[in-house]
Nanobody, 126 residues
Framework: QLQLVESGGGLVQPGGSLRLSCVAS????????IGWFRQAPGKEREGVSC?????????KTADSVKGRFTISRDNAKNTVYLQMNSLKPEDTAVYYC??????????????????WGQGTQVTVSS
């Protein structure tokens, strides 16, 4: 059974940092294009960042987090990370990762994903 599990969320003060992890079981993560998404209360889910499969392709990042968030892979650990720095209260949301069998992040990558796990809560507050 293919499964992704998110972890690493928590409560952090504005300006702080967190690193989220997305661990795969049942499949090899580096063969898939992976996206991080978030959903704040009362808002629609939005794409945060996308990393292409090991066959190559671009990394995409939403303008709202560009320069603050970085997506990366550790293939040995079958894990994708989202490093979040300079966090703001508006980053508060449940964060999800998702996998698709595309080679790379497309131009409109945020509409390509369709399967979600339980997510991890990130709260930015003083």
């Amino acid at each position: 059974q293919l499964q992704l599990v998110e972890s690493g969320g928590g409560l952090v003060q504005p300006g702080g940092s967190l690193r989220l992890s997305c661990v795969a079981s049942g499949f090899i993560l580096d063969s898939y294009t992976i996206g991080w998404f978030r959903q704040a209360p009362g808002k629609e889910r939005e794409g945060v960042s996308c990393i292409s499969s090991n066959r190559g392709g671009p990394t995409k990042t939403a303008d709202s987090v560009k320069g603050r968030f970085t997506i990366s892979r550790d293939n040995a650990k079958n894990t994708v990370y989202l490093q979040m720095n300079s966090l703001k209260p508006e980053d508060t949301a449940v964060y999800y990762c998702s996998a698709i069998s595309y080679t790379s992040c497309s131009t409109h990558w945020f509409v390509d994903f369709y399967s979600w796990g339980q997510g991890t809560q990130v709260t930015v507050s003083s």
